[in-house]
């Protein structure tokens, strides 16, 4: 009910500003082509950890049977679907298949099965749902915060040597290769989230019920959570705020050849359309999520962690999306949230609730010397810049340390028995 309320009100937020909310728009995509074909298909997947083997082959098939209808029939009426990133020509068929098992759950299942089911198609949909909430939150950014503190972040920003300024000139450098290449990867993390979540979902259909912790609980909360420090800290972006892309909004098309100049920082007016989804970064909390979990998996899964969470900063920092003091908040943030739903889930106690307040204090701090400490820090870089940085690895030293002390023990090896010599 909490869920429903929550979409209800962005809705009727949406509307007063004249668009369609997150309710409306993932309505449309039952017929219209959707958004993200692939994120529909993630979701599905999601749901399918609650099903025998032979019924997610069925699922798959059904609804790669049922885009292929949509696509016959869009290429008889001469419709064509919008291309990526607007776009996608597939992906109705995954969210078919996710309406249909929810009814099946409610009308062919009892009991325990039941539950599960819904369970299954609950957490697919919410990951669907979580996109087109953010897009409204997004919206909503844009329109009720005209004026943004580029101009703070950029001057704190020369604390740590201008990261995004030098990133984006390294990512120039790679040619439209690179540029590809980081692109997909900042646009399909949720794709990458759901690899790791169904890795750690893997015995749900024979367990027959869900982990009590898991990346996509991680997920849902940053996602949560994150547009509410939008509101209170609206930041746009340099490749908005100092280059092209901003128009004449930006104070200077600077980025990312010369770095802001360092003169005493204002809130300063922007348009009503770009949002407003810098501080903190998720995509780099997101990209954090992923990496921790996937510390528990094989190999190749711990690999992909890794090589998501290293493109993410690259992307992020490379097209301008943020400024390196996004960077900090964002992990900062990502590491307090998981260290409150693992101290959730095994119950609260000293170490955890430390950490949770120390990740939560340090948090604040940044935003806090990011508004009101940006010239001296910019002044003053090498005492700021390490401070900045010790303050966030002091949060990753303390989670690291207090999850060891949550690691069960290894069960002691058993010792053979001591036999009598033969005589």
């Not at 922007?270 to 999520?289: K, V, Y």
Request: glycine content about 8%; proline content about 9%.
């Amino acid at each position: 009910m909490i869920v429903l309320g929550f979409l209800v009100a962005l809705e009727i937020a949406a509307r007063h500003y004249g668009m369609p909310g997150p309710m409306t728009n993932q309505a449309k995509e039952v017929i219209l082509p959707p958004k993200s074909g692939p994120l529909l298909y993630a979701g599905m997947a999601l749901m399918t950890v609650v099903l025998p083997w032979r019924e997610r082959l069925i699922a798959l098939a059904a609804a790669a049977g049922i885009d292929l209808v949509f696509l016959t029939v869009r290429w008889a009426a001469d419709i064509k679907p919008p291309k990526p990133p607007l776009g996608h020509p597939f992906g109705n068929g995954a969210l078919w298949v996710l309406l249909a098992y929810a009814v099946i759950a409610l009308t062919r299942r009892t009991g325990t099965d039941r539950v599960l089911l819904l369970k299954g198609v609950g957490l697919g949909l919410l990951l669907v749902a979580g996109r087109k909430t953010g897009d409204t939150w997004l919206l909503i950014t844009s329109k009720t915060r005209p004026q943004v503190l580029d101009q703070y972040v950029a001057t704190a920003d020369h604390a740590l040597g201008n990261p995004s300024w030098l990133a984006g000139r390294l990512v120039a450098a790679t040619g439209t290769v690179g540029s590809h290449i980081l692109d997909y990867v900042y646009i399909q993390l949720a794709v990458a989230a759901v690899v790791v979540a169904l890795y750690q979902l893997r015995h749900v259909a024979t367990e027959r019920r869900f982990p009590r912790h898991h990346l996509v609980r991680t997920f849902l909360v940053i996602g949560l959570l994150g547009p509410g420090i939008y509101m209170i800290f609206p930041v746009v972006g340099p490749i908005f705020a100092y280059g092209t892309d901003g128009g004449h909004w930006a104070v200077a098309h600077l980025w990312p050849d010369t770095p802001a100049p360092l003169r005493t920082p204002h809130a300063m007016p922007f348009d009503q359309i770009t949002p407003r989804n810098c501080m903190p970064s998720l995509h780099t909390a997101w990209a954090t999520a992923i990496f921790l979990h996937s510390r528990t998996g094989p190999r190749i899964l711990r690999f992909a962690g890794t090589f998501w969470l290293i493109a993410t900063l690259g992307a992020t920092l490379g097209f301008g999306y943020h400024y390196g003091a996004d960077i900090l908040a964002g992990v900062v943030f990502t590491l307090t949230i998981e260290a409150a739903l693992r101290s959730l889930e095994r119950g609260w106690d000293r170490a955890g609730t430390q950490l949770v307040a120390h990740g939560a204090a340090v948090f604040t701090a940044l935003l806090l010397s990011y508004r009101y400490l940006a010239t001296p820090m910019a002044h003053r870089p090498w005492l700021f810049g390490p401070l900045l940085v010790l303050a966030t690895a002091s949060v990753i030293h303390s989670y690291l340390r207090t999850t060891r002390l949550w690691q069960p023990a290894p069960a002691p090896l058993p010792q053979p028995e001591p036999q009598p010599e033969p005589v």
